[in-house]
């Protein structure tokens, strides 16, 4: 059964519970004051995209093939997606985590009972199983693909039940915390698994991550008061990025060099497509990094330079703009 309405439905659902979404979701909450549900949602959509990556590119269970399958894909960021592998289904597994999590705690922080509870918990029934029958619908994903992300969602949001509150506690008033959450970071980047073949899943890991690691800098720092810094967001912090770590690595005798973004440390990359080479190389100069002995080989500058970029953008959300906010009286 197929038609233009439920392209359009499917299609809709699937921005409605993306990673996009989420990116200009969780930004809101901060700002709207409800800090500490932006903070756990978060950090669990980062644990979620990186185990569920993980899982994808270990096990590089390919999507329904296509044709035969039909494959709708409207935006971008779907026709990305196809290019991952499909064990399990980020969406699946996004909206069991993310949207559970999101339920759980309206539940226990705000007075929703009788009808209102009813209405709630069978909002959220109805979006996880629409979802699920449209990554089908969308040729996106087999059954196997989706059931493994419900079971993996079910199983992060009930580990996060019980982890959560401890590590919001801990990035809040713990001690070492930045010094501990770089170094986990970075030690993620280099435990990430090597794929079969290239996908984009590894660049999202980074985004991700970074965006985490920027949350948690920022929390720990501005939870009780502000504090005036001069950093740069998104663009300024890309733009340092590109001076700074091709100098510092050159002042350390590391070699590197840039797949996309430094043009004149452009180098010759591995015979694959060219939309993937630049993961291809940042999955393989992962690997390199824990080669202790052989042939120098340089590491692609732009993993850094993503990761740097992407954790001033989550410390932007939670220490610059607040500031900004406070600063201006708004």
Known sequence: MQGRSLDVLFAILAVLVSKEFYTFFLPLL????????????????????YIGNCVKDTFSAPRPPSPPVRRFTVTDSEKVFASEYGLPSSHAMNTVGLL???????????DITGFHLVLLISLFVMIAVLTIIGRLY??????????????????LLTL?????????????????????????SILLQFAYPMPETPTPSFE?????????????????????QYHHVVLFAKVASKELAKVLLPSF??????????????????????????????????????????????????????????????????????????????????
């Open 30 to 49: 901060f700002w709207s004051g409800h800090s500490r549900l932006a903070r756990q949602m978060t950090l669990l959509m980062a644990f979620s995209t």
């Open 249 to 330: 690595s050159n002042l350390l005798n590391i070699p590197v060099k840039s797949s996309t973004y430094i043009p004149a440390m452009h180098q010759d990359m591995p015979s694959v497509d060219d939309e993937k080479s630049g993961q291809v190389q940042d999955v393989l100069d992962c690997k390199r990094a824990v080669a202790f002995f052989g042939t120098p080989v340089p590491y692609d500058i732009d993993t850094g330079i993503r990761f740097c970029t992407y954790t001033s953008l989550g410390w932007s959300v939670v220490e610059l703009v607040p500031y900004l906010f406070d600063y201006l009286g708004l």
């Open 100 to 110: 559970g999590y999101l339920l759980l705690y309206s539940i226990s922080h705000f």
């Open 204 to 224: 999202y890991n980074t985004a991700f991550t970074g965006v985490a690691l920027g949350v948690v800098l920022g929390v720990n720092r501005t939870y009780h």
């Open 138 to 155: 969308l040729g996106m994903h087999s059954p196997i693909d989706t059931y493994a992300g419900v079971f993996i969602g079910l199983g």
């Open 160 to 184: 996060w039940s019980y982890i959560g509150e401890f590590l919001d506690s801990f990035i809040v008033s713990g001690s070492n915390v930045e010094s501990f959450w770089v170094s986990l």
